[in-house]
């Protein structure tokens, strides 16, 4: 897989590998000795696809956790309230 950007951010990786040594997986456990080889094209296909959908899934919820540390998010459902409370004014002025 090739990377489009810059390399990972250290912080980020770090924190990654603290979390995968923090839920005590083995990972050796996880990869075939010979995975590739002995492996149909169509499983690589899948595996490739699935490694694809990770990656994805890991930048979308960092982006949410930085949205969620910046306070964003907050600030986003104040705004949604107070519009909210406005619609219901305007409703209700406009049903007397």
Known sequence: MTSKGTPLPLHDTLRDL??????SVDLSGLIADDATSSQAPREVEVVEES??????????????LRMHDSGEAQKQAARIEKLQVELVDVL???SD
Do not use: C, D
């Open 51 to 64: 490694t694809i959908q990770s990656y994805a899934f890991v930048k979308e919820a960092r982006n949410a």
């Open 92 to 94: 209700g002025s406009l």
């Open 18 to 23: 603290a979390l995968l040594r923090a839920s």
